[in-house]
């Protein structure tokens, strides 16, 4: 396995202020793992010129590429340049090249260059400056001991372009090609920690593949990661796990192209030309929102009722006033009502709805908060859902109940092939 | 100022590849600000003994307090209590307190201890145990040489826990106190590098009251902080502050307590007690579940449409065919007869609409993505609004419009006193 140390320094006071997450050692870390090299510390600091040079001093000697992030903006608290100049024991140089693209990069917005920005054209002698074409502050790479100093601009936005612009191109020839492969799988409704105890020794360190797994919003984003050697190609180790994979989270994986449900349930509907709609109350829109997150979906999805209020329910979806007071309103026979009324008026061919306690207050013995009633109509038929979620916040709530309607529409888009029947 | 050294280590190979952020020393640093101690770097490292206790040796030579999160699990890969005791050159001991505490954590859940969890009764010789109300790993409190070592779990649910039981409890016992004081400010519709040029010399480090800033989704929060000293009181600092922070900023604070566009709405709505509704197409339904967060909300928005297709906006909210002929649906007219066809069909007394281009395409060189048109209509007025956003993602632009819907709103909620006359 082709594993080079890499280090991350960041550099901000912001980033250790408690309000700005330090997330480029993330965006750096992904991209080089298709590449073999691991980071494998990452250290924050505030802009100080003796403490960040220390530090490069430190990490050049444990790792092969040190990136440094941040700090070379045009003010006298960026300081970066000067620290890496010092821990290399070399001068700062005016760079008449970087001078003149920090220049153009100001007159292409039609102004002057303020004369703060001057000092963004310093570079450490020896260093190899890299073009930021998303910013004004070049890049640089700079010897350092046996390490390779690689110093890029905060904002991870600037970061990341100058990542796959300069870094990136650089960095594949300078490292020894690998056998790597990389496969994603996208479950829903299984815990992080459920997870991990099923997946067993694919999670620890040294697996091949080794899988990865990061939860978000009821969704589990696996990453599973081969290398070949002399016993079998990445693809084929990644072909046999995937197969062992698949069956035993097949009750849970969704897809393995799209990472949000949202998405995976468009892509049935589009393939199955199944119109949808969705009858909301504690949710509010939520669900109807996600599914538009999908560019194009407006063929299949054309109105959605957000019915928050009994009145609601009663004038845009015809649900009874009788059943509302016989059941209330969070109840399987209004969720019921409310989806088969979201099919009568909207005209869609597959309908969901969505009725609930998302709390902090409404909550019953009989029906606590977290209480949600879910019901999909489609073709004749109704299928109703009861799901007691936590009592995590409300927003929690909402969101939970939102993904669980999405990905139950999304096991009930009528096949292609049924329909042709 | 009161302002001591505090580092955190935070231990885990998973923060370090690019899957999980680390946020324990946010939670941190923003707890301890209120203290007057400041994070002033911050590590991550893999689960390796040898490298965690170098660590520890340099952090608490350069700090008063080092935080260490993670590394408290029943695992072999957890070694960050063998780890702190080779640091303090002590041994471990198994804490029979300790072990009473993580058994009787698996018996309230009904199950025996597995026995690889007593390795987290392990303490270093001389710590001090803290109890873990929320999971099963205990932390402890060790000195290391001039510091004291704060060795807590890294479920950031189960930090932020022992954080607020346990540390701070100490921690302001152990640190003078001081007088210091936080207002918060809530601004919309002004971009983060703006708003750091206009608001100067209150960013700079040793400002009194300092001024930080985070950026999400429209909104900047602006965190003052001043500090009391024997001229004025952190109290009078802030209102001195406040009062020219809120003329140069009067056209962008929203709120000085409400944190979103949504909550701050909602309030207004509900202090003037107007209804409200409102009418999406590109939106999807996002203005309306976003203020569906807010608890309580009901009485006063009962129903939304989410208007898709031109035909739902003819359908449900009465658009006539010909407008969307003669204009499309994006434009200001459609927007009026949206905002118009939602107030009537809903009885609410204000109505919103959005229809814009979300893109990635259907944008033309009249229409360009980004394009959104809003109207908003109560009291027999109707106003509209036009704006370009730029060319960002799909969800960017539909997360943009309907904030700035939301903010429209707020901006057009009559006031009760104008009500009464």
Same mark, same amino acid.
Request: net charge negative.
């Given at each position: 396995?082709?594993?080079?140390?890499?280090?991350?320094?960041?550099?901000g006071d912001?980033l250790?202020g408690?309000?700005t997450?330090e997330r480029? /050692?993330a965006?750096i870390?992904?991209?080089?793992?298709?590449l073999g090299?691991?980071?494998?510390?990452?250290?924050?600091?505030?802009?100080?010129?003796?403490?960040?040079a220390e530090?490069?001093?430190?990490?050049?000697?444990?790792?092969?590429f040190?990136?440094?992030t941040?700090?070379l903006?045009?003010?006298?608290d960026d300081?970066t340049?000067?620290?890496a100049?010092?821990a290399a024991?070399?001068?700062?140089?005016l760079s +008449?090249?970087?001078?003149?693209e920090?220049?153009?990069?100001? /007159?292409?917005?039609?102004t002057?260059m303020?004369s #703060?920005?001057e000092? +963004?054209?310093?570079?450490?002698?020896?260093?190899?400056?890299?073009?930021?074409?998303?910013?004004?502050a070049?890049?640089?790479?700079?010897a350092?001991?046996?390490a390779?100093?690689i110093?890029l601009?905060?904002?991870?936005?600037?970061?990341?372009t100058?990542l +796959?612009?300069?870094v990136?191109p650089?960095?594949?020839?300078?490292?020894?090609?690998?056998?790597? *492969?990389? @496969?994603?799988?996208?479950l829903?409704?299984?815990g992080?920690?459920?997870f991990?105890?099923?997946?067993?020794a694919?999670m620890?360190r040294?697996?091949?593949?080794?899988i990865?797994?990061?939860a978000?919003?009821?969704?589990?984003?696996v @990453?599973? @990661?081969?290398v070949?050697?002399?016993?079998?190609? #990445?693809?084929?180790?990644?072909?046999?796990?995937?197969?062992?994979?698949?069956?035993r989270?097949?009750?849970?994986?969704?897809?393995e192209?799209?990472?949000?449900?949202?998405?995976?349930?468009?892509?049935r509907?589009?393939?199955?030309?199944v119109s949808?709609?969705f009858?909301?109350?504690?949710?509010?829109g939520?669900?109807?929102?996600?599914?538009c997150?999908?560019?194009?979906?407006s063929?299949l999805?054309?109105?959605?009722?957000?019915t928050?209020s009994?009145?609601?329910?009663?004038?845009r979806?015809?649900?009874?006033? %009788?059943?509302l007071?016989?059941h209330g309103a969070?109840s399987?026979?209004?969720?019921?009502?409310?989806?088969e009324?979201?099919?009568?008026m909207?005209g869609?061919?597959?309908?969901?709805?969505?009725t609930g306690?998302?709390?902090?207050?409404?909550g019953?013995?009989?029906?606590p908060?977290?209480l949600?009633?879910?019901a999909v109509?489609?073709?004749?038929?109704t %299928?109703?859902l @009861?799901? *007691?979620f936590p009592?995590?916040?409300?927003?929690?709530i909402?969101?939970?109940?939102?993904?669980?309607a999405l990905?139950?529409a999304w096991t009930?888009?009528?096949?292609?092939?049924l329909?042709?029947?």
């Amino acid at each position: 396995m082709t594993a080079e140390g890499v280090a991350v320094l960041a550099i901000g006071d912001e980033l250790l202020g408690g309000y700005t997450l330090e997330r480029n /050692s993330a965006l750096i870390a992904d991209e080089l793992s298709a590449l073999g090299l691991e980071v494998r510390e990452l250290r924050v600091l505030r802009d100080n010129e003796e403490h960040i040079a220390e530090a490069l001093v430190e990490l050049a000697r444990d790792h092969r590429f040190v990136f440094v992030t941040g700090g070379l903006g045009p003010t006298l608290d960026d300081v970066t340049r000067h620290a890496a100049a010092r821990a290399a024991g070399v001068e700062l140089e005016l760079s +008449q090249a970087a001078l003149a693209e920090v220049r153009e990069w100001w /007159s292409g917005r039609d102004t002057e260059m303020p004369s #703060a920005n001057e000092r +963004q054209a310093l570079l450490p002698t020896g260093a190899v400056r890299m073009t930021n074409s998303a910013g004004t502050a070049p890049g640089f790479r700079l010897a350092l001991g046996a390490a390779t100093l690689i110093v890029l601009p905060g904002p991870p936005r600037e970061m990341s372009t100058m990542l +796959q612009e300069s870094v990136l191109p650089w960095l594949e020839r300078e490292v020894p090609e690998a056998d790597l *492969q990389t @496969r994603h799988f996208y479950l829903f409704g299984l815990g992080e920690s459920d997870f991990a105890e099923r997946v067993g020794a694919w999670m620890e360190r040294d697996a091949n593949p080794l899988i990865g797994v990061t939860a978000s919003r009821g969704v589990l984003t696996v @990453r599973m @990661r081969a290398v070949g050697d002399e016993a079998s190609s #990445a693809e084929a180790r990644l072909d046999r796990a995937s197969l062992e994979f698949r069956e035993r989270f097949s009750d849970h994986i969704f897809s393995e192209s799209e990472a949000t449900v949202e998405f995976a349930l468009a892509k049935r509907l589009e393939a199955s030309q199944v119109s949808i709609t969705f009858a909301e109350s504690c949710t509010g829109g939520l669900a109807a929102a996600s599914l538009c997150r999908v560019p194009g979906v407006s063929s299949l999805f054309t109105d959605g009722f957000v019915t928050y209020s009994n009145d609601a329910k009663v004038r845009r979806l015809g649900v009874s006033p %009788e059943l509302l007071e016989a059941h209330g309103a969070v109840s399987e026979e209004v969720a019921r009502a409310m989806a088969e009324g979201a099919l009568l008026m909207s005209g869609a061919r597959l309908g969901v709805s969505i009725t609930g306690i998302a709390g902090p207050d409404g909550g019953t013995a009989e029906k606590p908060v977290g209480l949600v009633w879910f019901a999909v109509a489609v073709d004749g038929r109704t %299928e109703t859902l @009861r799901r *007691q979620f936590p009592k995590h916040s409300r927003d929690w709530i909402r969101d939970a109940a939102a993904r669980t309607a999405l990905h139950l529409a999304w096991t009930h888009v009528p096949s292609p092939s049924l329909e042709a029947k």
